[in-house]
């Protein structure tokens, strides 16, 4: 070091040894980085014995920061060759101090080396002086006068310079926060959306720039929030650093403010002055005020709900009162402080393909490891955290991974095993873990109660201590939590699945489950027996559709250990095509379950019999579906092939010998939508209007018969009757519906006081002549259309759907008003609208604009739309808020779809109910998970 070596010195010859071993080094143990000290730093005006005209340059000059101005100049040093005398430099070092309004000189030879300070009347005063192999003796009296906080300090007191004018006040801080975030290298640019309807995205890259007043960003667990603010924050202090970026980034842990119990800027000053103790509490106002601070804070959600009112409130009056200021705030969930929406999307194709070439990039990995993924596995791989699981996983093994515990336990291994460690301290470890995740409330726990519960199990603490070192255990405070929730929900599964099975549902039933968190997709993963596998999948009432998806997708693969012959294998599966069938539709399609069974085996049916067989050695599967027949017989029949109606090559489908419940929820899925197709849901009176019309006219035009939606109910029953027991076909092949459902529409009628068919446009535009000449006509008629899609859509969704209408976008988005621009000169030509939500069912409809110049799609409007969901308290995902699309027909006559003479409104309605259940089904492909093509 400087301090003992400086004595020992080599013999210095010229100017240049002198700044090398001796002027260069003592600034560097003052304090001073790289970046504060300029060699030859260039001076504007000179004096001295340099020739005239050349450009002068002080040999060092010390600035408190990077940038080099009057500002934050602190030192000016001039070393001297040992031949000469330290009395001729000063005059030209106070010429370069007094130009760069710098307090010190520092002069020396070599031999003698003298410090000198600059007083207001600028005379200069000799404060040390010393020979250089001394130094070490008056380090003390060295660092007190000229060390880098020093110096400042004493231009501060005696405002020499104005800490509130510059934020160079903060660079130890900065250079603090340099060294502790270390952004994840596994990191790429994301995009994230406004209105999560995948059509306007903004670049993570733009966040810092675009979004002067920050955003809440708001994404699942997994999605890669935490490395999304890592990187943020890594921008900003490098941006601060280069005086870029003038706020000053703030790395916030909500955690941390709570149990402080203190105001949100006075923990913030806290966490600063610790860094910078010069810096008072009115300059640190003045600075929040004048350039504002970034604020980042990645654990949002985890706040107690009873402390939320009070962040939010404290974060809003920041917001107010400190309008430079810029706050990024990552949650799961969404809140009340006032700043933009943000969803985090997942990952697309070149998102994942980027990760890929990232993390393999030194052996080609990223090549062919992410399009050659089983589809299953990148559909997951949207999630960051199991694509970053899957990449160790490929890497560790050579293989992708066909199990989603696969996943789990390769990083737990990474988090518990090392080189040196005993097995058995691994197996303590995660007993630990499964203790911490077990006893966890919201993901976290108390440190007292989590060391409590050690000691109860024997377990040391010297394993706890391990675990918080090797950052497997994050401890805030008081609190700890594992390094991501999806942990837990590992833990706590594995815990569940090796109990034994027979108090699997008793342990359910007591297990906190979040409809979006891994732990159900997990247990079913870890669940090894088919008997197990059942306590879980009859929890699912109380769940989800698309949880139940994602399990039925990632279940372990229960044939590897059930050694049975050909017929009671065949039986098990059997069952499970029809649990796969009947199952779900008792837990969410309840209400239509007769349509779903009439559907299936193309009669009346409450309950169903599916006989077949399997045969394992080929993978064939013959199986038909019919009604069940007894109440008292079995659901399963074993069947000769000759009598089956279906053939399915298990192999070739992808599908694994334990896949009877996907194959029975891919037909529930089929049949599902047959039933849309079919317009043979359940609803209530605006559905038996539509549906009727449509009908009756179907009838009219395909089979001639004489039947007109303006006949009266009793004229329409008596015409009726006499086809009661036939059905429509629109061909051979094609079944539509049946006279008896026309039957039972007109009951549904005359049951709310109507005696005829409502044919509501002709109260518009009493006929088809007026249409294209009366303006206020269209526009009554096309509002009154969109209000009717609307309340028909609604009615569908809470009969036919009610028990998963939570899950259906649309639905909770709802009511709506349009804006459609027509052409007055062509009505019939496709028009441009948007569409809003309102708040009340009395302003749904929609309003008409006559123009042959639609205004352009403008972009904006969609913050407009998405503030108004979030006011409303209605879900954003999915909304479509402008489109194009064809004018309905006046007399709404025309062949739509494959139904002639269907009504528009009847059709919109149906589209809007087609697009939210498979919107609702997206992630269940039909095929099984890790089986090769």
């Not at 070393?79 to 020396?108: F, H, M, N, V």
């Not at 621009?821 to 062509?826: E, G, H, K, Q, R």
Request: charged share 25%; aromatic share 10%; proline share 4%.
């Amino acid at each position: 070091m400087f301090w003992e070596t400086v004595s020992s010195t080599p013999k210095l010859t010229n100017e240049a040894s002198v700044e090398q071993h001796v002027a260069y080094p003592l600034l560097r143990v003052l304090g001073f980085e790289e970046s504060d000290i300029k060699a030859k730093h260039p001076i504007e005006f000179q004096e001295g014995r340099k020739k005239r005209g050349r450009k002068h340059e002080a040999d060092y000059v010390a600035f408190y920061g990077p940038d080099t101005n009057a500002s934050t100049s602190l030192i000016v040093v001039e070393a001297k060759s040992p031949k000469e005398e330290l009395d001729d430099a000063l005059p030209q070092a106070e010429t370069y101090a007094r130009i760069l309004r710098a307090p010190y000189i520092i002069l020396t030879n070599g031999i003698k080396l003298q410090i000198w300070q600059r007083q207001p009347a600028d005379i200069s005063t000799l404060v040390i002086e010393c020979f250089v192999t001394d130094v070490g003796q008056k380090r003390s009296l060295i660092e007190k006068v000229l060390s880098k906080e020093s110096a400042w300090k004493f231009c501060v007191n005696s405002k020499i310079k104005n800490p509130i004018s510059t934020n160079y006040d903060v660079d130890d801080y900065i250079l603090h926060e340099n060294i502790r975030n270390t952004s994840d290298k596994f990191y790429t640019e994301r995009r994230l959306t406004s209105d999560e309807d995948h059509k306007s995205f903004t670049q993570s890259a733009k966040l810092l720039n675009e979004f002067t007043k920050g955003a809440i960003i708001i994404a699942p667990s997994g999605y890669g929030k935490t490395s999304l603010a890592k990187s943020l924050y890594s921008k900003a202090i490098n941006s601060h650093k280069s005086g870029h970026y003038k706020k000053i980034p703030i790395e916030i842990s909500i955690r941390d403010v709570i149990n402080t119990n203190e105001r949100m800027t006075d923990f913030i000053f806290s966490r600063l002055s610790s860094h910078c103790p010069h810096i008072t509490k009115s300059q640190f106002l003045s600075i929040l005020l004048t350039q504002g601070l970034l604020l980042i804070c990645d654990d949002f959600d985890t706040t107690d709900i009873t402390k939320k009112n009070f962040l939010e409130t404290e974060f809003n009056n920041i917001i107010r009162d400190y309008p430079h200021s810029q706050i990024f705030i990552f949650s799961r969930i969404t809140s009340n402080i006032n700043l933009p929406r943000l969803y985090l999307q997942p990952l697309n194709d070149t998102e994942r393909c980027a990760l890929c070439e990232l993390y393999g990039n030194s052996n080609g990995l990223q090549k062919y490891f992410y399009h050659n993924m089983p589809e299953p596995l990148q559909v997951l791989c949207g999630t960051p955290l199991i694509l970053r699981l899957s990449l160790e996983h490929y890497k560790k093994h050579h293989e992708y991974p066909t199990r989603i515990e696969e996943l789990f336990i390769s990083w737990t291994d990474s988090l518990l095993h090392s080189r040196f460690e005993r097995i058995t301290n691994v197996i303590t470890k995660e007993k630990a873990l499964i203790l911490l995740s077990v006893n966890s409330v919201d993901y976290k726990i108390d440190r007292k109660k989590f060391l409590s519960i050690l000691m109860t199990e024997n377990i040391a603490i010297q394993i706890f201590d391990e675990l918080i070192t090797d950052g497997v255990i994050i401890q805030t405070n008081t609190l700890l939590h594992l390094q991501h929730d999806a942990l837990v929900d590992y833990f706590k599964a594995k815990n569940i699945a090796d109990n034994n099975e027979t108090y699997i549902s008793k342990d359910l039933q007591v297990a906190a489950v979040n409809d979006d968190s891994f732990f159900v997709v997990i247990l079913m993963s870890l669940l090894k027996t088919r008997e197990a596998q059942l306590a879980l999948w009859e929890q699912f009432k109380s769940l989800g559709i698309k949880s139940y998806i994602n399990t039925l997708r990632y279940r372990f693969d229960t044939t590897k250990n059930a050694l049975i012959n050909d017929d009671d294998h065949s039986n098990l599966y059997l069952d499970d095509i029809y649990k796969g069938i009947t199952s779900p539709l008792k837990f969410f399609f309840d209400p239509i379950k007769h349509i779903i069974l009439e559907s299936l085996c193309e009669e009346p049916a409450s309950d169903i019999t599916i006989s077949g067989a399997l045969y394992k050695n080929t993978s064939e599967l013959f199986y038909s579906i019919h009604p069940k027949e007894d109440n008292n017989a079995s659901n399963i029949q074993l069947t000769s092939p000759q009598f089956t109606k279906n053939y399915v090559n298990l192999l070739r489908s992808r599908l694994r010998l334990d896949s009877g419940r996907i194959l029975g929820f891919d037909l529930l899925r089929k049949h599902l939508i047959k039933a849309i197709s079919r317009r043979s849901l359940i609803g209530g009176s605006h559905l038996a209007n539509e549906r009727l019309i449509s009908r009756i006219r179907f009838l009219s035009n395909i089979y001639r018969i004489q039947i007109s939606p303006h006949h009266n109910f009793t004229q329409l029953k008596r015409t009726l009757h006499k086809y009661k027991r036939k059905h429509a076909y629109l061909t051979p092949s094609k079944y539509l519906f049946s006279i008896t459902e026309m039957l039972e529409d007109i009951s549904i009628l005359e049951a709310s006081g109507k005696t005829t068919p409502n044919i509501w446009w002709r109260d518009i535009v009493p006929d088809t002549d007026t249409y294209s000449s009366q303006p206020d006509n269209i526009s009554l008629f096309i509002s009154e259309f969109y209000n009717r899609v609307q309340l028909l859509f609604k009615e569908i969704i809470e009969t036919s759907f009610i028990l998963v209408k939570k899950e259906i976008d649309l639905y909770n988005q709802l009511p709506l008003r349009f804006s459609v621009y027509l052409s007055p000169a062509n009505n019939k030509q496709r028009f441009h609208y948007y569409c809003k939500p309102v708040f009340t069912w009395n302003e749904a409809g929609a309003d008409v604009e006559f123009t042959d110049t639609p205004p352009p799609i403008d972009i904006s409007l969609c913050d407009d739309i998405i503030s108004q969901l979030h006011k409303f308290n209605r879900p954003t995902r999915n909304f479509y808020w402008h489109g194009f699309k064809s004018p309905p027909n006046f007399d709404t006559q025309g062949h739509i779809g494959s139904i002639s003479g269907e009504t528009p409104v009847l059709h919109e309605a149906f589209s809007w109910v087609n697009t939210s259940i498979k919107h609702l089904l997206s992630g269940f492909s039909g095929r099984d998970y890790g089986i090769p093509d």
